[in-house]
């Protein structure tokens, strides 16, 4: 993809259920080879945001592009072909813990690509697993593996079908502050070496410092400011500064 190509594009998105009105009037771009943090508190809406960008919730209002596709207007085949250039990182992890780190990262390739043969398969593994440093973990089990572990095989698999975009949820929420900033520093990494897009879901300001093109700070539905982390960090307005104390 072109390095400016805007790639998601969210426009006076409206989403809320019932009377909880949950984004108002939120606007965003996301460029190519860009990593953009969406900075806000717990229950900002942030899961929601998410959700309409994949098509998993309809907004009410506003227009949401990506690959310059109107996602609310998709089918769901349509909508399949959109997410597979989508990889998501859950909080969680969502690794199955009764599978071994090869199977977990098979399980996206034999969903989507059927025709590959075992070969295939086992070298898109081992360079999956190369890119977060752990080819030695092929065969051992989620529970052999330490939290900061998990975290990178979880990337391992979300990178594997070579994603276009990442959408990270808070990905280093409950890691110790050292495995937090080696996950920081492996998110550049990978988007250095295959250019892709993110959106960073966040509050931890240390992975903003450290991972952020671009920070939207998400406050009452909407962009309250967006900018880089020194922009955010320089601000004397005591909404954007209750975020660094
Ligand atoms: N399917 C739904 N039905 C009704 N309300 C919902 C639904 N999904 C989210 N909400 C509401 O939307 C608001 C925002 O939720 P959301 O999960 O997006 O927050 P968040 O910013 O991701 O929070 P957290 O950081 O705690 O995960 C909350 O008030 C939540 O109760």
Redesign the pocket.
């Known amino acids: 993809m072109e390095a400016r190509e805007p790639v998601i594009i969210v426009e006076h998105l409206y989403k809320g ?1 019932g009377k ?1 009105k ?1 984004l108002k009037d939120f606007s965003l771009t996301v460029h190519a080879n860009e990593n953009v943090v969406v900075l ?10 998410i ?1 309409c960008i994949i098509g998993l ?1 309809k907004p009410d209002r506003g227009r949401i592009k990506v690959f310059g596709k109107d996602i609310p207007d998709l089918s769901e085949e349509e909508l399949d072909e959109v997410r597979v250039r989508i990889g998501f990182l859950f909080q969680g992890n969502a690794l199955y813990d009764s599978m071994t780190v090869r199977e977990n990262l098979e399980f996206p390739l034999r969903r989507h690509r059927l025709n590959q043969t075992q070969a295939e398969v086992d070298r898109l593994v081992m360079d999956a697993l190369e890119n977060v440093g752990l080819p030695h973990t092929v065969d051992m089990m989620p529970s052999e593996l330490s939290g900061g572990m998990l975290k990178r095989v979880a990337l391992a698999r979300t990178m594997i079908l070579q994603p276009d975009i990442i959408l990270y949820d ?1 990905p280093t929420t409950g890691l110790d502050p050292v495995t937090a900033r080696e996950i920081d520093h492996l998110i550049v990494q990978l988007q250095k070496k295959f250019h892709t897009a993110s959106i960073i ?1 966040t509050h931890d300001m240390h992975c903003v410092k450290n991972t952020a093109d671009h920070v939207a700070l ?1 406050l009452d539905g909407r962009v309250y400011t967006e900018g880089s982390y020194s922009d955010l960090k320089n601000a004397d307005d005591p909404q954007v500064r209750q975020f660094f104390e």
């Open positions: 259920f909880n949950v806000g508190k717990s229950g900002s809406g942030k899961s929601v945001l959700k919730l808070e879901i998400l």
